[in-house]
């Protein structure tokens, strides 16, 4: 406008304010006619200016399409949370702010959604969420509201949302499996009855004699029906377990909960028949135990070890892996010794270590002294031995020719001949006489023959005895005595005990006699000499 003269601004500023009042005091007169009424403005300029002035200076909000409020969620149940939302555009020349408030007489107060920031020409979802906290039918009064106060009526309402009850929830316990190899493993079974599928957290328990043992956490999205789920726990000290169900971000019909009693694993172990090959340990020789494992409990035992351990210095001797043992089963077992200790007899505990459990037995080993180096023969025995046979084979040839021989007749065939060296063989046998003596130690009657002179062993206790002397043969001779004097048997060794092993009198060799036995005559195996083995007690 500075192209006019001041007095032509003047000329025209006085006729548009006069026209400006007269639009005010008169409502409903366009600002056009006003202006064209009292001023000779051009008409360009007129309409610019009156264009201007229709603009408004404030956003202007309004529904964008249809003004029904959406509602997600539904079905909605007690306790669930819902949306409400509705597209509002704004048609003003500047951005404003607008937020959804809800309303319910079943409320305690109004529910307000977040404030959205809508720029000119734009187009956005204004929402609030809210909860359902009754069933049935529920009215909730909606509105859109702004700072600016230039929202359309259209952007109000009220909404009617059914109210469903609460779903309901349960479980049960379907299957228990625990073994010491496997652990323990639970089943469930959890039941979602109609409606929306739902996120829960399950919780399981363990205690034992009402002592908590551990808890297990699972989150889970169930759909309505019946979902199966395990849990595995290892192998826990615990005798029950508790199962609960907890929602999350609903409400349901009522809280769920189960306990259920555990069953632990019984394995029950044992150790028993334990012999040893030979029954007599010899020190620097292998020995073998013999035992077997029994497991009478009611689950499968783990992999484990029998050991052989001797009690006085826990020296271990042997030892075995043993893999896992059914119930009510047994298995034999034979742990070798490779060299037995020379240190006399001792106490082996047989132990079987199962996992937790183990089961001993005591074993008591006796000890022999092995012969000593001098009775080692320097040959092959078994070379003697077939020439040992070999040779009495040819002896007993020789002498059975030899006999075939001697007693041939020339004619085989005479029977004077034949009774004649009958005869001869009966005269023969009657010369020699016989007499009886007894055993100086076991009193067994023996019959030698009179002219015998010289040592008798008895064939019960193998005792050796001198019998006769020369002086009696020859008076036997003469014919002055017909009998036979039998010398003093020579001192009887003797040794005694308490208890079945006892040592020789002559080097002290611990040897085994049996107590029923007794008395009886022994021998050294490393002496080689002869006693009576005697009761404690007993006259030597």
């Known amino acids: 406008m500075g192209e006019y003269p001041e007095s032509g601004i003047l000329r025209y500023l006085g006729p548009l304010l006069v026209a400006l009042l007269a639009f005010l005091a008169t409502p409903g007169l366009p600002i056009q006619e006003a202006i064209s009424a009292d001023s000779e403005l051009p008409s360009d300029r007129i309409l610019l200016n009156s264009g201007n002035l229709s603009n408004s ?4 909000f309004i529904p964008a399409g249809s003004n029904e409020v959406a509602i997600v969620g ?65 009215d909730i009064h909606w509105e859109i509201v702004s700072s600016e106060n230039t929202v359309s009526d259209d952007l109000s309402g009220i909404i009617v949302v059914e109210s469903l009850p609460p779903q309901s929830l349960s479980i049960i316990v379907d299957s228990e499996s625990w073994t010491l190899s496997d652990g323990l493993q639970v089943g469930i079974s959890v039941l979602l009855s109609d409606g929306h599928s739902r996120d829960v957290e399950i919780i399981a328990d363990l205690s034992s004699m009402g002592a908590p043992r551990g808890s297990q956490s699972h989150a889970a999205s169930l759909s309505p ?36 009693q555990l069953s632990p694993p019984v394995v029950s172990p044992s150790v028993s028949t334990c012999s040893t ?44 892996d043993t893999p896992p043992l059914p119930p009510d089963e047994e298995s034999s077992y034979s742990l070798v010794v490779p060299e037995w200790p020379d240190d006399g007899d001792a106490i082996v505990e047989i132990a079987w270590f199962s996992g937790g459990s183990y089961a001993m037995q005591s074993i008591q080993i006796q000890t022999r002294e092995p012969p000593a180096e001098g009775f080692k023969l320097p ?17 007993m040839v020789v002498l059975a020719v030899w006999r075939v021989i001697s007693e041939k007749t020339p004619s085989t065939g005479s029977e004077d ?46 005792n050796q005895f001198q019998v006769g002397t020369s002086e009696d043969l020859q008076e036997e001779d003469e014919g002055v005595s017909e009998t036979t004097q039998i010398t003093d048997p020579p001192p009887v060794l003797s040794s005694s005990s308490t208890e079945e092993i006892l040592s020789c009198p002559s080097c002290e060799q611990r040897l085994k006699v049996p107590m029923d036995r007794r008395p009886v005559m022994s021998r050294c195996p490393a002496c080689r000499a002869e006693f009576m083995a005697l009761n404690e007690g007993a006259d030597s």
Request: charge should be negative; proline fraction near 6%.
């Open 417 to 462: 001949t034949f009774k004649l060296r009958r005869e001869s063989r009966i005269e023969r046998r009657a010369e020699v006489q016989k007499m009886e003596i007894s055993c100086p130690s076991c009193e067994q009657r023996l019959s030698v023959p009179k002219s015998h002179v010289g040592g008798v062993k008895c064939p019960s206790c193998t």
């Open 379 to 395: 040959f092959d025995t078994s070379a003697a031995l077939l020439g040992s046979v070999i040779g009495l084979v040819v002896v």
């Open 277 to 320: 090959v030979p029954e007599i340990a010899i020190p620097g020789d292998p020995l073998v135990i013999d035992c077997v494992i029994a497991n009478s409990g009611d689950s499968e035992s783990l992999s484990g070890t029998i050991s052989a351990t001797r009690q006085s210095d826990g020296l271990i001797l042997s030892t075995s």
């Open 74 to 138: 539904e079905p909605a149940h007690l306790g669930d949370h819902l949306t409400a939302s509705i597209l509002v555009h704004n048609q003003g020349n500047y951005s404003g702010a607008v937020s959804m408030v809800l309303s319910s007489d079943n409320w305690p107060s109004n529910v307000s959604g977040e404030g959205v920031e809508i720029s000119p020409g734009s187009s956005r979802d204004v929402s609030a969420i809210f909860t359902l906290n009754s069933t049935g039918q529920v």
């Open 57 to 60: 200076s404030e956003p202007s």
């Open 225 to 260: 029906g019946i979902r199966g789920m395990s849990f595995d726990f290892g192998n826990p000290d615990a005798d029950y377990i508790s199962f609960t169900i907890l929602p999350i971000g609903w409400v349901p019909s009522d809280q769920i909960s189960i306990d259920y």
